[in-house]
């Protein structure tokens, strides 16, 4: 077991700033939510482009690039549909701080992200899903196996596949967060490293419960064995449970300055 | 079926530091496998080995001591002599007679002395304060103006004056200081965040953990020292991958084994050689357990301790 890894969520073109920036290649915007999520404490980053049909692969070298050079390689998460654009970031990928995460891949349209893990020797997000929510967790297992055996037949490390639960919301599908938890336990039992877009279980909610529902969820899931999480790494609270969880189960040394570090 | 070794080698690994100057340096730390794990992968520093020198000189009772400091007037005869001892990587000086409670001794003289040590020797200088926290906090300071070019190591700063000691020694005259906490892995972590949040690079910073004699609750000390590099290697601890620097001699001369004069029990043997035993016992376990130096008093440890590491590398 090791240390919690926590993927940086924000610098998404779903957001306008982001898409902008992007769109025009200007820095500033990218690099300021870069470091507010380093300062906080994000292992880390997911970059998220888009589709980006036209331009992807210039677009990916370009981020992956900004941020490297500028935050002392940071590791990256390439999150794209745009499977070109993965492997042309990889290119000019510096590997000295980590892997870089393929986000992502699934049992279902997506599998063939996989391959594209493989070929670049990248970690690969796996989603236990074919279409829509999986049915319980026989279901996300059945999907995990297989996604392990294709990886595996391509020459990965189970260790570079990281299983996502597909965490559901709670306003809504209450009665099926039960099944992510030990969906959770079970991948973790078997010794298979996990994250999830962990924001999701409180999608809906109003803003100020948003924060205590994703802390509660996560102290949870850490307890069922979840490795690392996609999140929003400015939410203290979240921030702040996170590290001590990590104190709980052993994984950092304690000192009275942990929360700082 | 065959054994097959598997090497435990990590992508962490200890800060290299480096004191002294002009030719005589020593580096501690480096490795990136367990402590003395030669077998895993090569050990970038072997464990160093020092020899501590009081300004209130040496225990004249024991014969063989007399002898090797025989016809030494003053503390840098002395500490001239102690460099030149069979296995010693570093000289050590204890500044005893600065201890307000004692002879409170000033730190202008202190540190004058200081610097004619590091003078008239040919290693690198390591010195002890008076470990009043109070004393400390001004002595260091002024020791580490005064040894400015030798780039020596300075025990130590405590939770108590980490502040005026980092502020001083470290940052204004760039000395090589040792944060020394009390068999407390937490503490041993938390003063070194403390010290980092100063604005201090890692690199110029070792750890005292502390110790015990061997046989006096060093089973808490060996934990200690396995839990800081356990984290320090397998979690990549960065506010642990420090090297230890340990001084044993005050311990492993201060236990009733290595008080008691043959006298009072005959049986026993003589002291002089009880201390060397006791010496020895202990530095062995801390370098066991994770010490990159150990600081003794007695040459004729030191000797063995130093043939002890070289064997194992």
């Known amino acids: 077991m090791a240390k919690f890894v926590t993927i940086g969520e924000r610098i998404h073109c779903i957001s306008p700033v982001i898409r902008k920036a992007m769109d025009e290649r200007d820095p500033a915007p990218i690099l300021k939510r870069a470091k507010e999520q380093i300062d906080a404490g994000a292992t880390y980053l997911d970059v998220n482009i888009g589709p980006a049909e036209s331009d992807g692969e210039e677009r990916m070298k370009w981020a992956v690039q900004l941020l490297q050079d500028n935050f002392d390689n940071v590791p990256l998460a390439l999150d794209t549909s745009n499977k070109k654009a993965i492997a042309a970031g990889v290119e000019v990928y510096n590997r000295s701080k980590g892997k870089p995460i393929v986000n992502s891949a699934d049992a279902g349209d997506r599998i063939s992200y996989i391959n594209v893990a493989a070929d670049c020797d990248a970690i690969v997000i796996a989603l236990c899903s074919k279409a829509g929510v999986p049915a319980g967790v026989d279901e996300r297992m059945g999907y995990l196996m297989e996604m392990l055996e294709l990886g595996m037949g391509l020459g990965m490390e189970p260790d570079d596949m990281w299983f996502d639960p597909l965490v559901v919301v709670a306003k809504g599908m209450q009665d099926q967060l039960g099944d992510v938890l030990e969906a959770l336990r079970q991948f973790s039992e078997q010794g298979f490293k996990s994250t999830g877009g962990l924001s999701n279980v409180s999608n809906g909610m109003p803003k100020n419960l948003r924060p205590i529902m994703d802390s509660a969820f996560i102290a949870m899931a850490m307890q069922a064995g979840l490795t690392s999480a996609i999140i929003n790494p400015c939410d203290l609270r979240m921030m702040e449970t996170i590290k001590s969880c990590d104190i709980v189960k052993n994984e950092v040394l304690y000192a009275d300055s942990y929360l700082d570090l | ?313």
């Open chain 2, 1 to 313: 079926m065959a054994f097959t070794n598997k090497p435990q080698v990590f992508n962490a690994k200890i800060n290299p530091i480096t004191f002294g100057a002009n030719g005589h340096e020593v580096t501690l730390g480096g490795s990136n496998v367990y402590p003395l794990y030669s077998f895993d992968a090569p050990i970038a520093n072997a464990p160093k080995v020092g020899i501590q020198v009081s300004d209130k000189g040496f225990d004249a009772s024991l014969p063989e001591l007399a002898k090797f400091y025989e016809g030494c007037n003053t503390v840098v005869e002395m500490a001239k002599r102690a460099a030149s001892a069979e296995g010693v990587d570093f000289v050590c000086l204890r500044l005893e007679s600065a201890d307000p409670n004692g002879d409170n001794a000033s730190v202008e003289d202190c540190a004058a002395l200081a610097k004619a040590v590091a003078e008239a020797i040919d290693k690198p200088l390591a010195v002890i304060g008076s470990k009043n926290v109070e004393k400390d906090a001004t002595l260091l300071g002024k020791v580490a103006e005064a040894l400015t070019g030798y780039n020596p190591l300075l025990l130590s700063c405590k939770e108590e004056n980490y502040k005026a000691v980092a502020a001083s020694a470290i940052m204004a005259y760039g000395a090589k200081v040792a944060g020394e906490s009390a068999v407390d892995i937490n503490l041993a972590k938390q003063l070194n965040v403390l010290v980092k949040q100063m604005g201090i690079a890692a690199g110029n910073t070792v750890m005292n953990v502390g110790t015990a004699a061997a046989g006096y609750g060093f089973e808490y000390v060996a934990s200690t020292m396995d839990r800081v590099k356990g984290a320090a290697m397998t979690q990549n601890d960065v506010d642990l991958q420090l090297p230890i620097v340990t001084p044993l001699g005050d311990e492993a001369w201060g236990v009733k084994e290595t008080l008691l004069e043959e006298s009072d029990n005959p049986a026993w043997g003589a002291r002089e050689e009880r201390g060397i035993q006791m010496e020895i016992c202990t530095a062995s376990a801390c370098l066991a357990s994770g010490s990159d130096a150990v600081i003794l008093k007695h040459p004729a440890s030191v000797k063995t301790i130093s043939a002890f590491v070289a064997a194992l590398m």
